[in-house]
């Protein structure tokens, strides 16, 4: 069977930090994951956007909670795509990060027969974005199941992904800090370097301030690829404008002809992970 944007729909859910993916694609549908303040919760970028999310958070008393989507929610989208869509494809954030993955598996099986198919991406935020797109251009000019198979397991093995975060406090409270937990202590004007990898948090290296942190990026960017359409790039912010533009414009001088593809604002569900002053910087070559 070819797949193509006609017959195969793409599913994501929020933590892609795409909320704009259904107004760009008719194929592609969101799935929120919910922000809890106390007892009020909230669907991310819903009812509640990022901008609203980090003014309600420098007010809180104490740090919001986050929580997977429903299997009924996932069920209700999965319901709405099956009468036009022979294929769903379900690309999740990484499972050992959220119980979403699951959620959308007991759904697929809620609905019954093979027609949703459920992967974990083994990442988060617009790496997820990345790689939906990628299944997307393939879509577009048709595809198979083999073929998108191989392309995702190339994606998780070579994709790159570095962020660096204010402080480590969010990643720590919210049960996220992984390896990173090495780099805990005192952070005063140290800038951790981190990279996610299959699904957990790694320390890279420590730097002292926002200008050695953004030549690391720099170094390890121009150090791993090299100037081609072919080379995909993601960025990402949390309420932090200026570090997304000095990326952009840091592809641009370095590798002009790459293709950013998603240049987005962090969402309450990770920004809660992250933290206000968070960078996320994503590419890959699809070769």
């Known amino acids: 069977m070819t797949l193509t944007t006609e017959n195969t729909a793409i599913v994501l859910d929020s933590t892609a930090d795409f909320p704009e993916a259904p107004e760009r694609y008719p194929n592609f549908r969101v799935v929120p994951l919910y922000v809890l303040f106390g007892a009020e919760s909230f669907k991310d970028y819903v009812d509640i956007t990022p901008e609203r999310f980090y003014a309600r958070l420098q007010t809180a008393r104490e740090l919001p909670t986050t929580s ?49 198919r459920v992967i974990d991406s083994r990442t988060a935020s617009a790496s997820l974005a990345l790689l939906a797109l990628g299944v997307q251009h393939r879509l577009e000019r048709g595809t198979t199941e083999e073929e998108i198979d191989e392309f995702v397991e190339r ?10 975060v204010n402080t480590l406090e969010y990643l720590a409270r919210g049960g996220r800090i992984g390896r ?88 309450a569900v990770v920004g809660t992970h992250a933290g206000p002053g968070t960078v996320g910087f994503f590419w890959f070559l699809d070769e």
Do not use: C, W
């Open 68 to 116: 997977q989507p429903t299997p009924g929610d996932f069920l209700s989208t999965f319901e709405e795509l099956a009468p036009n869509y022979e294929r769903i494809l379900v690309l999740t954030l990484a499972s050992n990060l959220s119980g979403t993955y699951g959620s959308a598996q007991a759904a697929a099986e809620m609905l019954g027969g093979d027609q949703v």
């Open 155 to 164: 994606y998780k093995r070579t994709h790159d992904l570095l962020f660096t």
């Open 180 to 267: 990173a937990a090495a780099f805990a202590g005192n952070l005063l004007n140290v800038k951790p370097i981190l990279a996610l990898r299959d699904g957990e948090v790694f320390p890279v290296k420590k730097v002292r301030g926002n200008h050695k942190a953004f030549a690391e990026f720099r170094n390890r960017f121009v150090s791993t690829t090299t100037d081609s359409p072919n080379l995909k790039v993601g960025i990402a912010h949390a309420a932090a404008p200026e570090r997304l533009h000095a990326l952009r414009e840091l592809v641009e001088h370095e590798r002009p002809h790459a293709q950013v593809e998603i240049a987005t604002t962090l969402g």
